[in-house]
């Protein structure tokens, strides 16, 4: 009924990259899981009314947007069509930091592109061309390293074979972990 | 046009312009009172361009003081003073100012042709005011709809795995060299190292301009000296600017130079044709800079 | 009937990472691109009557979801996208040069605006908002344009969807070129 309680709930799960729990959504939104646990389930039950493209669904403690199991074979074709290979300048931009940066974690990833990058790593992992090695010292943050199958990709036989970045970057190193600390 | 059509009051005329909402961080708040005007900055600045206030009667040193007064009580707030405010009107004062000598001039007759272009100049620097507050305006549409945008988030999630299985062999698409160039673009720090010149007001100097300024001189009077040729200069990026021209002229043949002494008096005398165009290179007029990276792709 | 056309343009949004365009769903739902606009719009139209959460919009030549901007504040306290640093006056006056004059050279925009841009320019280069696109014919000089990540910012789908000048700036075609070749 209220209509405001929902609206948060679906801005929310319209955007977020991981399934979200009712208990993390209670806190954002600041109202008793119970209400949250209800107006997910009133517009789970909307959508299904509604006979939508979408559903909400709750998957391994979280809820989350999917695209109507109906409608799986139009997604697998959207996904087998050429377009899907190509990777889009935001991955490709990511993958370049990571290329020249390895090991790196996400954060720093983050900070250097000056976007939230979450989506973007997470599809160079299941892409194959970037995998986790490891965990940072000092911050217990996961680091990331292109893979073989990149280097295959982009047809070259080691990172070390990257052409070499512009003279006056090498200099810079100090000044992404500025910025990296000022945004992390 | 349309609104050229009826007597509109300034006022409708203004609000058509867009004044209201968009004109606020402009010269915000500077009021003038001159002897004929009395109101908005902004107000005055639309009289004029509307031709509803004649600039031969706008006291420009007298906005001028007053805007170093509005400044100065700035400097007392918590706020302080901004220097793109202060930036902003004097180019506007240039402008106007530009604007104003090219009106005082006698109309009459026109006997040099340096006149006349300054007459033709007159119209031209009304557009370029014009133009100016065109683009102001529009900035402030911009940042409004950056605003309303950064508050809007897309989705941008990955693939379910089921459906990533499915993906074909991805196509990386760029040559190691150009993903290098992406490294490179993507791992320059974002804040430009480089320290704003823009409040000093440099006005743009291009060799290809003086050096048709030079060459309509000499074919003028034939022969003159290097100190003739630059008494009218601006200032000292016009005076190199004209020296760079004469020696691309030279290397074209166009010209010859006399100087009894060395050090002494520079006579340059015109040997090229009468008329007709003659090209100066334009490699001063070229940034110095030339990136490695191409455009960047979609 | 028509509920189908619409929940396949739902299912497929919702995988899409970047804007999809009407061009590909129509290939991929194998209907005609006019089909395809309609659906998108009554989708568009029904997410706001309803007063979703979520909205459907057009950015920068593609459909995506996008949370309501109503909801910002929430949506922030999940998506730590890095701050992006606001625009200065002078950035955003020479933007909107480039944008409605593009493709242009510096030494162009720096007559139009009536002080150097070198700076600016840079920093919107950087910034990914500008970029270079050529050289001009008779003067070699580097000729720039908006990008669409500037469209993606800006919340439009192309460039000729900025407003129009006229109403700011009567009478001014062929201007341009006279004051340049005054001020050049």
């Given at each position: 009924?209220?209509?405001?309680?929902?609206?948060?709930?679906?801005a929310?799960l319209?955007?977020?990259?991981e399934?979200?729990s009712?208990?993390?959504?209670?806190q954002i939104?600041?109202?008793?899981?119970?209400?949250?646990?209800?107006?997910?389930?009133?517009?789970?039950?909307?959508?299904?009314?509604?006979?939508?493209?979408?559903?909400?669904k709750?998957?391994?403690?979280?809820?989350?947007?999917y695209?109507?199991p109906?409608?799986?074979?139009?997604?697998?074709?959207?996904?087998?069509?050429?377009?899907?290979?190509?990777?889009?300048?935001?991955?490709l931009?990511?993958?370049a930091?990571?290329?020249?940066?390895?090991p790196?974690?996400r954060?720093?990833?983050?900070?250097?592109?000056?976007v939230?990058?979450?989506?973007?790593?997470?599809?160079?992992?299941?892409r194959?061309?970037?995998e986790?090695?490891?965990?940072?010292?000092?911050?217990g943050?996961?680091?990331?390293?292109?893979?073989?199958?990149?280097?295959?990709?982009?047809?070259l036989n080691?990172?070390s074979?990257l052409?070499?970045?512009?003279?006056?970057?090498?200099?810079?190193d100090?000044?992404?972990?500025v910025?990296?600390?000022?945004?992390? | 046009?349309?609104?050229?059509?009826?007597?509109?009051?300034s006022?409708?005329?203004?609000?058509q312009?867009?004044?209201?909402?968009?004109m606020?961080?402009?010269v915000?708040?500077?009021?003038?009172?001159?002897?004929n005007?009395?109101?908005p900055?902004d107000?005055?600045?639309q009289?004029?361009s509307?031709h509803?206030?004649?600039?031969?009667?706008?006291?420009?040193?007298?906005?001028?003081?007053?805007?170093i007064?509005?400044?100065r009580?700035?400097e007392?707030t918590?706020?302080?003073w901004?220097?793109?405010?202060?930036?902003?009107?004097?180019?506007?004062?240039?402008t106007?100012?530009?604007?104003?000598?090219?009106?005082?001039?006698?109309?009459?007759?026109?006997?040099?042709?340096?006149?006349?272009?300054?007459?033709?100049?007159?119209?031209?620097?009304?557009?370029r005011l014009?133009?100016?507050r065109?683009?102001?305006?529009?900035?402030?549409i911009l940042?409004?709809?950056?605003?309303i945008?950064e508050?809007?988030?897309?989705?941008?999630?990955a693939?379910?795995?089921?459906?990533?299985?499915?993906?074909?062999?991805?196509?990386?698409?760029?040559?190691?060299?150009?993903?290098?160039a992406?490294?490179?673009?993507?791992?320059?720090?974002?804040m430009?190292?480089?320290?704003?010149?823009?409040h000093?007001h440099?006005?743009?100097?291009s060799v290809?301009?003086?050096?048709?300024?030079?060459?309509?001189?000499?074919r003028?009077?034939k022969?003159?000296t290097?100190?003739?040729l630059v008494?009218?200069?601006?200032n000292t990026?016009?005076?190199?600017?004209?020296?760079?021209?004469?020696l691309e002229?030279?290397?074209?043949?166009q010209?010859?130079?006399?100087?009894?002494?060395?050090?002494?008096?520079?006579?340059v005398?015109?040997?090229?044709?009468?008329?007709?165009?003659?090209?100066?290179?334009?490699?001063?007029?070229?940034?110095p800079?030339?990136?490695?990276?191409?455009?960047?792709?979609?």
């Amino acid at each position: 009924m209220e209509r405001d309680l929902e609206r948060s709930v679906e801005a929310i799960l319209m955007v977020v990259e991981e399934p979200v729990s009712e208990v993390v959504l209670a806190q954002i939104i600041e109202r008793p899981t119970e209400e949250i646990q209800a107006a997910l389930k009133i517009l789970q039950e909307q959508y299904e009314a509604e006979n939508r493209g979408f559903a909400l669904k709750q998957v391994s403690g979280g809820w989350r947007f999917y695209s109507h199991p109906d409608l799986a074979p139009l997604v697998e074709k959207f996904v087998l069509d050429g377009q899907q290979a190509k990777l889009t300048q935001a991955a490709l931009e990511t993958l370049a930091v990571i290329a020249y940066r390895q090991p790196i974690s996400r954060a720093r990833v983050s900070a250097i592109r000056g976007v939230n990058v979450e989506a973007v790593m997470k599809t160079l992992v299941n892409r194959g061309l970037v995998e986790e090695c490891g965990v940072e010292h000092e911050t217990g943050a996961v680091l990331y390293r292109t893979t073989n199958y990149f280097l295959e990709r982009i047809g070259l036989n080691s990172v070390s074979d990257l052409p070499a970045l512009a003279p006056f970057l090498p200099d810079v190193d100090g000044l992404d972990e500025v910025i990296a600390s000022l945004t992390e | 046009m349309k609104s050229e059509s009826s007597e509109l009051s300034s006022n409708t005329l203004g609000s058509q312009v867009g004044t209201a909402p968009h004109m606020e961080g402009r010269v915000a708040g500077f009021s003038v009172k001159l002897d004929n005007f009395d109101g908005p900055f902004d107000l005055l600045l639309q009289l004029i361009s509307r031709h509803k206030m004649d600039i031969t009667e706008v006291a420009i040193a007298s906005v001028t003081d007053e805007f170093i007064a509005h400044i100065r009580a700035l400097e007392g707030t918590e706020e302080g003073w901004k220097l793109d405010q202060a930036t902003e009107f004097l180019v506007v004062a240039a402008t106007l100012l530009d604007l104003k000598a090219a009106r005082l001039l006698p109309s009459g007759e026109v006997d040099d042709e340096a006149d006349l272009a300054l007459l033709e100049a007159r119209d031209l620097l009304f557009a370029r005011l014009l133009q100016y507050r065109a683009f102001k305006e529009i900035a402030a549409i911009l940042a409004d709809r950056i605003a309303i945008q950064e508050r809007t988030f897309a989705r941008s999630v990955a693939l379910d795995p089921i459906f990533a299985a499915l993906l074909p062999e991805v196509l990386i698409g760029v040559t190691p060299e150009r993903f290098a160039a992406i490294a490179n673009r993507v791992l320059t720090p974002k804040m430009a190292p480089t320290l704003s010149t823009e409040h000093l007001h440099l006005p743009m100097v291009s060799v290809t301009a003086e050096a048709n300024h030079v060459i309509a001189s000499l074919r003028r009077s034939k022969s003159l000296t290097f100190r003739a040729l630059v008494a009218d200069a601006a200032n000292t990026l016009v005076v190199v600017a004209r020296f760079l021209a004469l020696l691309e002229l030279y290397k074209e043949g166009q010209i010859r130079f006399e100087q009894v002494m060395a050090l002494g008096e520079l006579q340059v005398t015109w040997t090229g044709a009468e008329s007709g165009e003659i090209s100066v290179s334009d490699e001063f007029d070229r940034p110095p800079e030339n990136r490695e990276e191409e455009k960047s792709g979609a």
